[in-house]
C-alpha cells in the first residue's frame, strides 16, 4: 500500500524559487499568501479532481441506466412510442415467468455456459502447465494461442456457423471422413449448443491459459523442489502443489467465465443467421442475452426487456453466491 | 518470461525463484503445436474461404488451399457491405475509447495508488464493483437517451458510454503503486509543482508502459465491442461488428464474400498482434478483465 500520507503543507520552497511556492514563512507578502492558499487548495481537490472523471462518466452511463432499467421494468414501454409509458407494477416480471420461451432461454443460457465454460479452462489449464516450461520461442507460443482472443465475436462467429455448415462445413465433413454421419448443426438442439459453445471456447481458450500461466510463474520453485524430494511424480506435483496453489486465480476465471456465460449474446446471434434473435427456428440456442434483444428490439417491448436484464442481474448474483459457497467448501475440505 | 511491469500476480519473496525451470520434452511441443494448429487454423481458413468463389464453398470436400477471388472478395465486401465506411467509423470510435479510457484511468489510478484522501478506499470498492454489473443492465434507459437527443446512428452515442474503464483505473492503480516511487512525487511537491505539473512530467513518464498496455487492451476490447452498437447504431453508420452482423444475416448472401468481410474486420487486430504480441501478451498476465 502506499506509503506517502498528506504532503506537509507547508513545505518551504527553495531559494530564489520561481516556482509558485507555498510557505508559511513568506505570509507578509499577499501573493504568496494567494498562492500558498491555492497550493493547500490543490493538495487537497486534485485527489477528487482527478477520479471525478471516472464517477462522473461512471454515474450517467453506468449507475443512472441501472437504476433506471429497474423503474422502466415496471411499465409498458414501447419502441414504437418512447414517450409513453404506462405502470405495470410487476406485470412484466410476471408475464415473463410464466413464458415458456424465458424460461428456455435460461436453460439454454445454463447449458451452454457449462459446456462452453468447464472444457475452455481444464484445457487452459493443460496449456498453461505446458506453457510453464522452459521453451524455444515461449513468446511466440503466447501469442499463437492468443490469437483468437483478437478476433472479433462477429467474425468468429461467421467462420464457425461456415464451418459447421450442414453442405460443405468442415467439420461434417472431417466427421464424414470417419464414417459419422452429417449433422445438422444448426436446427438440431445439442447440434447447435454445441456449435456456438465452440465458438466461446476457441476464443477465451488461450486467455484464460495464459491467466493461469501468470498465477503458475509466481509458484516459489522450493514446492516443487520439496514435492520431489518426497518422490513424488509430476502429475502428483501437478496435482497436489500447482492446482492448490491456483486455487484463487482458478475462481477468478470461474466468476469472469460464468459472468460472460451468462451475457452470451453475438455468438448465437451470428450463428442463427436470420433467425439469429430467436436463436434458431424453435428458439433451441437462444440465451438470455438473445431474448432481452429480441424483446426489446425486435418485438419493441422495451420495459419487458428492462425486466429480463434484471432477472439477469438476479441469476448471476445466484451464481455467485453459489461459487461463493462453493469456494468455501473446498477451503475447509483442504 | 518475467514481465517488465509489476501487476496483479502476488509479488515473489525476495531470493525465492518462481515457477519451474524445467525443459520441455519433445511431447510438450507436439501438444503445443497442436494446440497452435487449433487456434489459428480457423483464422487461416477465414483467408482461404475469402479467395474461393461461394458456390466452391458450399461443395464437398471444402477448399484446403487458396484460390485465385480473394482480391474480388474483398473489393465487395469492402464496397457492397460498406465495410470500409466502417473500418473507419470503428477506428474512431476504438481510438477516442482509448485515449478516454487511458488519460482517466492514469489520472484516477494515480490517485488511488498515490494521494490520500477521504473516502478513497471505498470510491475504489465502488470502482471494482462496477467491473460486474452486465451491460445489458443498462442498454434501455441508454437507447431512450441517444433516442431523445437524436443520436441514434451517430458515433458519440457508442463512444461515450464507453468513455472511462474500471478495469483500467484499477490497472493503472495497481502499477503505479509500485512503480511510482513516492519519493519523485516529494520532491517535485518540494519544488511548488502543482499536482497538474506533476501528473504531466512525473506520472505520465513512469506509467508509459502501462498506458501502452492498457492503450492495446482497450482498442481491442473496443473494436470488437458489440451489443451497444448493435443496437445504437444500424447500417446506414455501422461499425465494422455491426456491418458483419448485417452480413451474416443474409444481407449478402455470397459465402466467399462473407468470409472477406470476417477476414477484413479482424485484421488490423492481428497486425497489432503481430506487432505488439508481447505486449499485449504481458499485459493480460498482469491481470485482465474480460469484456
Known amino acids: 500500500m502506499s506509503e506517502t500520507a498528506e504532503y506537509a503543507e507547508t513545505a518551504s520552497p527553495g531559494e530564489g ?29 486534485s485527489p477528487y479532481v482527478f477520479v471525478a472523471p471516472f464517477f462522473l462518466f461512471f454515474g450517467a452511463f453506468g449507475l443512472f441506466p441501472l437504476l433506471y432499467t429497474g423503474w422502466a421494468s415496471l411499465h409498458r414501454l414501447e419502441l414504437t412510442n418512447l414517450d409513453d409509458s404506462t405502470w405495470l407494477g410487476l406485470e412484466n416480471y410476471t408475464n ?22 468447464v472444457p475452455q479452462l481444464a484445457v487452459a489449464l493443460g496449456i498453461a502447465h505446458l506453457l510453464n516450461y522452459k521453451l524455444r520461442g515461449s513468446t511466440l507460443w503466447r501469442v499463437a494461442m492468443l490469437a483468437p482472443y483478437a478476433t472479433s465475436v462477429a467474425s468468429a462467429s461467421l467462420v464457425f456457423t461456415l464451418l459447421f455448415a450442414w453442405d460443405g462445413g468442415m467439420v461434417n465433413w472431417i466427421i464424414g471422413s470417419v464414417g459419422i454421419d452429417p449433422v445438422n448443426w444448426r436446427e438440431s438442439s445439442w447440434g447447435s449448443q454445441f456449435a456456438v459453445s465452440s465458438i466461446v471456447i476457441w476464443r ?40 492448490p496453489m491456483l486455487r484463487p486465480t482458478i475462481l477468478f476465471t470461474v466468476v469472469v467465465s460464468t459472468i460472460g456465460a451468462t451475457q452470451l449474446f453475438g455468438e448465437p446471434l451470428l450463428f442463427g443467421g436470420t433467425s439469429g434473435s430467436k436463436g434458431g427456428a424453435d428458439h433451441q440456442f437462444q440465451t438470455l442475452g438473445l431474448y432481452l434483444y429480441d424483446q426489446g428490439w425486435i418485438n419493441g ?13 438476479v441469476v448471476l448474483l445466484l451464481i455467485a453466491a453459489v461459487n461463493l459457497l462453493i469456494a468455501r467448501r473446498l477451503r475447509k475440505a483442504q | 518470461m518475467k514481465s517488465r511491469t509489476p501487476g496483479l500476480t502476488p509479488a515473489r519473496p525476495l531470493g525465492l525463484k518462481a515457477g519451474r525451470t524445467m525443459h520441455a520434452g519433445p511431447v510438450t511441443y507436439v501438444v503445443l503445436a497442436l494446440f497452435t494448429a487449433v487456434s489459428l487454423a ?26 485465385g477471388n480473394l482480391f474480388k472478395n474483398l473489393e465487395r465486401a469492402w ?13 474512431i470510435v476504438a481510438g477516442s475509447i482509448t485515449i478516454g479510457t487511458v488519460l ?20 475504489l470498492l465502488l470502482t471494482i464493483g462496477t467491473m460486474m454489473v452486465p451491460p445489458q443492465l443498462s442498454v434501455v434507459p441508454l437507447y431512450l437517451w441517444i433516442a431523445d437527443l437524436q443520436w441514434t446512428n451517430q458515433l458519440q452515442a457508442v463512444i461515450l458510454p464507453t468513455f472511462v474503464s474500471a478495469f483500467g483505473v484499477f490497472f493503472m492503480r495497481q502499477f503505479l503503486l509500485q512503480a511510482l516511487p513516492s519519493e519523485l512525487i516529494e520532491a517535485a511537491r518540494m519544488d511548488g509543482a502543482s499536482s ?35 443496437i445504437a447504431l444500424n447500417q446506414s453508420n455501422p461499425t465494422v461488428q455491426v456491418a458483419l452482423n448485417s452480413l451474416g444475416t443474409g444481407y449478402i448472401p455470397d459465402r466467399a464474400v462473407i468470409m472477406a468481410g470476417a477476414l477484413l474486420g479482424t485484421l488490423p487486430l492481428l497486425l497489432a498482434f503481430i506487432l505488439f504480441g508481447k505486449q499485449i501478451v504481458s499485459g493480460i498476465m498482469q491481470g485482465a478483465v474480460k469484456g
Request: positive net charge; without cysteine.
Open chain 1, 17 to 45: 524559487d520561481a516556482a509558485p511556492a507555498a510557505s508559511g514563512r513568506r505570509k507578509a507578502s499577499p501573493t504568496s499568501s494567494w498562492r500558498s492558499r491555492l497550493y493547500r487548495w490543490d493538495i487537497k481537490a
Open chain 1, 96 to 117: 415473463l415467468l410464466q413464458s415458456d420461451y424465458f424460461w428456455n432461454a435460461l436453460g439454454n443460457t445454463f447449458t451452454i455456459g457449462i459446456i462452453s465454460t
Open chain 1, 204 to 243: 477465451w481458450t488461450g486467455y484464460n491459459a495464459l491467466i493461469y500461466l501468470a498465477a503458475m510463474q509466481a509458484v516459489p520453485h522450493d514446492l516443487y523442489e520439496s514435492a520431489s524430494l518426497d518422490g513424488a511424480s509430476r502429475w502428483q506435483q501437478f496435482r497436489h502443489v500447482t492446482i
Open chain 1, 301 to 313: 417491448h422495451l420495459g419487458r426487456a428492462s425486466a429480463v436484464a434484471w432477472l439477469m442481474l
Open chain 2, 42 to 67: 480457423p483464422l487461416i481458413w477465414t483467408a482461404i474461404a475469402a479467395s474461393r468463389t461461394s458456390g466452391r464453398l458450399a461443395q464437398t470436400p471444402p477448399p484446403l488451399w487458396f484460390g
Open chain 2, 79 to 91: 464496397t457492397e457491405a460498406s465495410l470500409g465506411d466502417a473500418m473507419l467509423n470503428t477506428t
Open chain 2, 104 to 123: 482517466f484511468s492514469t489520472i484516477a489510478g494515480f490517485a488511488f495508488a498515490k494521494l490520500k484522501f477521504k473516502f478513497s478506499g471505498l470510491l
Open chain 2, 196 to 230: 497538474l505539473r506533476i501528473i504531466w512530467h512525473v506520472v505520465f513518464p513512469a506509467a508509459r508502459p502501462a498506458m501502452a498496455v492498457l492503450g492495446l487492451l482497450t482498442f481491442v476490447m473496443a473494436w470488437n465491442d458489440f451489443l451497444w452498437p448493435i
